[in-house]
């Protein structure tokens, strides 16, 4: 069992090539205290985590911390574990309920969270879009994904293919612009005309820092500068959270929602960002993940999602070995 170790004094809970420790009895604890023990560890081995990271990470973070990033990103190895096999498929569902609602709600939608459990063949434009962010979430979730800008297109297509199918899939033909309530900011995005080479650009830099840049820092920034091509007509915010969670995701790190009541903070932070200033950026990023957590655990206890988990995947056709592909088929490079 992963992280569980048999020695001659008994069974230890070990990671790090046994750098961490803790003997757990002569005997294997039941289950579901072993359970509990996996997530207690691993939240006390983030700790440590936090203090051997590189001082570099640390200056990035220097508003927030990096100690609620490692917490949760603990938190959500913990869920991955063999014990937590029920809880994480809960997360599954109720992370695809939850971020295509968000996503859609930002954009005016008023769909809930019952009235998409009922949904049986999408027809409606509110019910199309919210299917549609589960389907691209799925895909951009899966082994399919490549990083390339076809992959990024083929999300930008099972966004809109049956919305707006004359743009689905395609980069934009003419400028557009960017902007945001609190400050009336309107500012240009990359020109059409220099879409196709930004974006190659980007999926370059972003194969080359998989493997050395601390992941959130990778994903804060590459959406950064996706949002700043705005390289599509419409649904550059849906594409690049997705993508951004494509990148936690790689390295285990946990999923972030940006829910509907932080949209327009979200949209200003993003304008401060693109002039230098990324505190409220950064802040609402690590916000927004431990929230994600705590509505997804407060939906646990109420029973929310778990129960139409069967009802969900047979309406949108998902196979039970497809389900069980998001989030843990991602093999990540980074190591702590």
């Known amino acids: ?3 569980i170790v048999k020695r001659q004094a008994g069974y230890y ?19 579901k205290v072993l359970a509990k023990k996996v997530f207690e560890y691993l939240e006390e081995f983030s700790g440590l985590v936090v203090g051997m990271t590189d001082q570099k990470v640390k200056d990035y973070f220097k508003y927030t911390g990096i100690e609620e990033i490692e917490k949760q990103r603990f938190y959500f190895k913990a869920l991955n574990h063999d014990l937590n096999r029920g809880e994480l498929m809960h997360f599954h569902t109720a992370f695809k309920v ?6 859609s709600r930002a954009e ?5 969270e019952v009235d998409l459990m009922k949904v049986k063949k999408p027809k409606t434009f509110e019910q199309k ?4 962010a589960v389907k691209a979430l799925e895909w951009a979730f899966s082994k399919e994904f490549t990083w ?16 707006e199918p004359e743009l689905a899939g395609k980069y934009k ?11 009336g900011r309107v500012v240009s995005t990359t020109p059409h005309q220099k879409v196709k080479e930004a974006m190659m650009k980007l999926v370059e830099e972003l194969k080359r820092g998989r493997a050395k840049v601390y992941p959130p820092i990778l994903a804060l920034e590459s959406h950064l500068k996706f949002e700043i091509i705005h390289p599509f007509h419409d649904g550059n915010g849906r594409v690049g959270r997705i993508l951004l969670n494509r990148i936690l995701l790689e390295h285990f790190f946990m999923p972030v929602i940006f829910f509907e009541g932080n949209h327009e903070a979200y949209c200003n932070s993003i304008g401060l960002a693109r002039e230098g200033r990324k505190d409220k950026y950064i802040k609402l990023f690590v916000k927004q993940m431990k929230n ?27 196979s039970q070995k497809r389900v069980n592909l998001l989030f843990s088929n991602l093999k990540g490079k980074y190591k702590s």
Request: charged share 30%; aromatic share 14%; no cysteine.
């Open 1 to 3: 069992m992963k992280w």
């Open 13 to 31: 809970f070990e990671i790090a090539s046994g750098r961490f420790s803790k003997y757990l009895g002569r005997e294997l604890p039941e289950k």
């Open 98 to 103: 939850l971020f295509s609602l968000n996503s």
């Open 108 to 112: 005016g939608s008023r769909m809930k």
């Open 129 to 132: 879009e919210a299917a549609n």
């Open 148 to 163: 390339s800008t076809a992959s990024i297109r083929k999300i930008h297509y099972l966004l809109f293919h049956d919305i």
């Open 173 to 183: 033909e003419h400028d557009n612009v960017a902007g945001d309530s609190l400050y």
């Open 292 to 318: 994600t957590r705590k509505k997804i655990e407060e939906a646990r206890k109420v029973g929310g999602f778990y129960s139409e988990r069967k009802n969900l995947m047979i309406q949108w056709n998902y």
